[in-house]
């Protein structure tokens, strides 16, 4: 039973690269999210998706691109890292918009240098 | 503009007594509360929740408490254990229609149980 799976667990990128950070979920949920967590503070949603084909901004978008073309695939690009980037991400998934818990990925960090 | 606050970074208790972790939050439209845990290396795990509609919602030695008038929640863990050791997150939702689920969270508060 994976539940919500990301790769990688670890990167470090140098400033201007690009990366795509992947999430996958077999629990069949239609909502799908990606957080990222600074030290210190909570966690801070990116993007966010209610279904294939459907996404949209969280409070801190800048930076970050996604796209749902299925169910199950989730992927959070970064086009021109920066240190500001450096951070734990993680993806969610929940079965409905009402909904009590989502269930997480077990994170990838980030270091941009 | 921190919607969810949890102002102790960090709380230390013997094995066997009660650990009490607080949350406040400023948005009265939230309508259901969450406590998440996590471990190092990985993802947040959902621990308990609580409907702004109730005062109170038990799961065995766990207890989430909410004041809606003091736009306040704690979670009390009774007794605590040191498998406990762990950073829990308070995270609260807007209503269905139009949260799809979105959380805020609050900072986490790191809570280490002494054996």
């Known amino acids: 039973n994976a539940g919500v799976t990301q790769t990688p667990k670890f990167r470090i990128l140098k400033i201007g690269q690009s990366m795509t950070l992947q999430c996958t979920q077999d629990m069949n949920h239609n909502y799908m999210y990606w957080y990222r967590q600074d030290p210190g503070m909570g966690l801070k949603l990116i993007y966010y998706?209610?279904?294939?084909?459907?996404?949209d901004k969280g409070e801190v978008p800048n930076g970050y691109n996604v796209s749902r073309s299925t169910t199950e695939d989730f992927p959070l690009r970064l086009e021109l890292a920066a240190p500001s980037q450096t951070s734990v991400y993680f993806c969610?998934?929940?079965?409905?918009?009402?909904?009590?818990?989502?269930?997480f990925g077990q994170g990838t960090r980030l270091t941009v240098v | 503009d921190q919607q969810v606050k949890q102002n102790s970074p960090s709380l230390s208790v013997q094995e066997g007594r009660i650990s009490i972790l607080n949350c406040d939050y400023t948005n009265s439209m939230f309508d259901y509360f969450l406590w998440y845990k996590k471990y190092p290396a990985e993802g947040p795990t959902f621990l308990i929740s609580i409907s702004s509609i109730k005062d109170k919602n038990e799961d065995g030695r766990f207890t989430v408490f909410l004041n809606k008038s003091a736009k306040h929640l704690s979670l009390h863990i009774v007794p605590s254990q040191p498998g406990d050791s762990a950073v829990y997150f308070c995270a609260a939702r807007l209503p269905g229609g139009t949260s799809y689920g979105k959380l805020t969270f609050g900072q986490g508060t790191i809570l280490t149980v002494h054996p």
């Open positions: 969610a998934s929940s079965y409905r918009a009402g909904g009590t818990e989502a269930f």
């Open positions: 998706s209610v279904g294939a084909g459907i996404t």
